[in-house]
């Protein structure tokens, strides 16, 4: 299967990407907008390439699994998106282009709506680390607010995470600005005493990018997303779907209103693109 994935360009076969399903929950919404990413950088690359075809995977898989199965020389999936680590860029083949600008790493806080006024009073980055913060088991920020000396709790899955909140486990579930929002709409019904909390905006560099099989086929494919990506970036059409996906989402998160604590990031990899200031959002202007 591997190796019919890949044969495009001189005998014409299409290039086959198999991207995860990492829900069958019908509200989690988290990944379309890289995969709608992903579509447009293959098409603009046809000329160059050849034709392709992108699916995704029949069976829903745990991040763990997602990870595993990349990892295999036969593996289901061929391709993944996910905040990056030094592991991942050693694991895998990354594209370090950021897909969502590091938008990712601009957070604001799920919590509970009896809670406001804790929150409201968070002035410092100490005053924030007396509160205890939901995340993900084995998610990338872990590490990252565990070194600053936040109290991480973590939840063995993303749809749990929700109720260990409303159940008091934790005191805030750190999100992305769009993400938060996302699934306070999706999520609110069921749990009502859920609030956007509207004060306060954490950020710390936090690149998402798109990882390959590190293989022939997973250094080929990796090319043809950069060089799709590069032409979206040039030509104006990330920035498109950027504004199409997050645009109001920044604008109703009221970045101007809240008060930032800025963390480093210590894991990030010295190849990670940080000079290029048109691959990231800037948040005085929206974009």
Known sequence: MAALWLAAGACG???????PLTSLDDADSRYEYDWAVL???????????????MRQ?????????????????????????????????????????????????????????ADLPRFAAVHTLDNLRKLSVGQGKDWVDVPL????????????????????LAAGRFDWFSRG?????????????????MAIEPTLLLQYPLPLYFFTRRDAEGK????????????MIKDGSLNALFQQYKGES???GGLQKRRILHLNNPHLTPETPLARSELWFNPNTGK
Not at 87 to 110: A, C, H, M, S, W
Not at 221 to 229: C, H, K, N, V, Y
């Open 13 to 19: 076969a299409a290039t086959e990407v198999v991207y």
């Open 39 to 53: 579509r447009v950088a293959l098409q603009k690359t046809v000329p160059r390439y050849g034709p392709f075809e």
């Open 57 to 113: 995977s029949t069976q829903s898989m745990s991040p763990q699994r997602v990870a595993q199965e990349l990892l295999a020389p036969q593996g289901r999936i061929n391709v993944l998106a996910r905040a990056t680590s030094p592991e991942l860029e050693r694991q895998y083949i990354p594209v370090r282009l950021p897909i969502d600008k590091g938008l990712l790493g601009y957070r604001i806080f799920l919590v509970r709506y």
């Open 145 to 164: 607010l565990r070194d600053a000396g936040f109290n991480v709790v973590e939840g063995t899955s993303y749809r749990g995470l929700f109720a260990m």
């Open 177 to 193: 600005i769009d993400e938060a929002q996302r699934e306070y709409a999706e999520r609110h019904p069921t749990y009502p005493n």
């Open 220 to 231: 080929l494919l990796a090319q043809r997303i950069t060089d799709g990506m590069e032409m």
């Open 250 to 252: 920044i604008k109703s």
